[in-house]
């Protein structure tokens, strides 16, 4: 990296050996270490920023539109198409979820079992119910 050779290292550390002292070295060290500790964090944060923000770039301009999904929270990348926030309570959506893991479950088992076929299953979240509006009207 700086291309030094091992007699101008070696000439470097009896250079601060003489001037530092045997004392101090061991928290030059130490200080130095920690330098370049925070300074490597600091370059993988500002990487990931920058890739953060390249994804979101091409978020917006459309590119990768297939896998939009994937930036989304966990909790909301289940929600059906047509779902408008605020639509359902919180338990209700709480229960859909429960419901959408456990039918998740089921059909890795099924799928893991063998000798049986799989057979195709329906939309998870056809099967779930929908909040009335009656049920709307009375959290408002």
């Known amino acids: 990296m700086f291309d030094l050779s091992w007699i101008e290292?070696?000439?470097?550390?009896?250079?601060?050996?003489i001037v530092i002292g045997p004392k101090d070295l061991p928290r030059l060290f130490s200080m130095l270490s920690q330098v370049m500790n925070k300074s490597?964090?600091?370059?993988?944060?500002?990487?990931?920023s920058v890739k953060q923000l390249e994804n979101e770039i091409n978020i917006s301009q459309g590119q990768d539109s297939s896998q939009w999904k994937q930036y989304?929270?966990?909790?909301?990348?289940?929600?059906?198409?047509?779902f408008t926030p605020g639509s359902l309570p919180a338990k209700v959506h709480h229960e859909r979820r429960q419901a959408h893991i456990a039918a998740k479950e089921a059909?890795?088992?099924?799928?893991?079992?063998?000798?049986?076929?799989?057979k195709p299953h329906a939309s998870i979240d056809a099967?779930?119910?929908l909040p009335s509006t009656e049920a709307k009207r009375d959290n408002i």
């Open 9 to 17: 290292l070696s000439f470097v550390a009896a250079l601060a050996l």
């Open 40 to 48: 490597k964090r600091m370059l993988n944060d500002v990487k990931g």
């Open 72 to 82: 989304l929270p966990k909790e909301i990348q289940h929600l059906p198409d047509d």
């Open 107 to 118: 059909q890795n088992n099924q799928q893991v079992s063998v000798g049986e076929e799989a």
């Open 127 to 129: 099967e779930l119910p």
